[in-house]
């Protein structure tokens, strides 16, 4: 089991499978029903349109996104029903995790680092909300999202600018994130990096 190095002050955690569970299928499914078969693939988000892809680099806004959706589809939808399709991956954030993040705070800076949307950004704030009566925010000493960044994990870019708007020693900082690809990334800039691979438990880390 990996352990959390000695010096470590600040943990980055990656979003969606790390403390949000998601269900990649589930959107899949329910963009097939308006009409895109296989459009967005399971296991490394490797989307076949830049639409979701320039989504998440904040390169087009929410209306531009949803008419780029309405243009791939042989139907018309409502932006409700595209909202929908796009938000449902996301399930629920486990209770204790979120208890596990309350007791780090005590000894660890946190920071929220997640490639995403402005619809999803609304929509799991909107659950964590309703689930716990507070704001997610209040987890985190900032959150950054890639839409905001217009730069996505992996790139040592994305990383870098973390770092620097945050004013973090990456040597005292840890980023734990499902996907491998990411933490490689992240270690690139002398950050330490748990890959939270499927077989691992984020509360057992600590």
Not at 179 to 195: C, D, P, R, S, Y
Request: hydrophobic share 40%.
């Amino acid at each position: 089991m990996k352990k959390i190095p000695n010096n470590i002050k600040n943990i980055i955690f990656d979003l969606g499978g790390v403390l949000i569970n998601i269900d990649a299928n589930r959107t899949i499914n329910a963009f097939n029903e308006l009409g895109l078969p296989d459009l967005i693939q399971p296991g490394g988000w490797g989307y076949n349109h830049d639409v979701f892809l320039n989504m998440e680099k904040g390169l087009l806004s929410v209306d531009e996104f949803r008419d780029g959706i309405r243009s791939l589809l042989p139907k018309p939808v409502s932006d409700h029903e595209i909202d929908k399709a796009w938000c449902a991956m996301m399930i629920d954030f486990p209770s204790k995790k979120i208890e596990l993040l309350h007791q780090l705070k005590s000894k660890y800076e946190l920071y929220l680092f997640s490639n995403t949307n402005m619809i999803h950004v609304n929509n799991f704030h909107g659950i964590f909300e309703k689930k716990f009566g507070y704001p997610m925010s209040d987890l985190f000493v900032k959150e950054y999202f890639s839409n905001d960044m217009n730069l996505r994990k992996p790139c040592i870019e994305s990383f870098q600018y973390v770092l620097d708007d945050a004013k973090l020693n990456p040597s005292e900082t840890l980023f734990i994130d499902d996907l491998n690809e990411n933490t490689e990334g992240a270690k690139k800039t002398g950050m330490h990096a748990i890959w939270l691979d499927p077989k691992m438990d984020l509360i057992s880390i600590f």
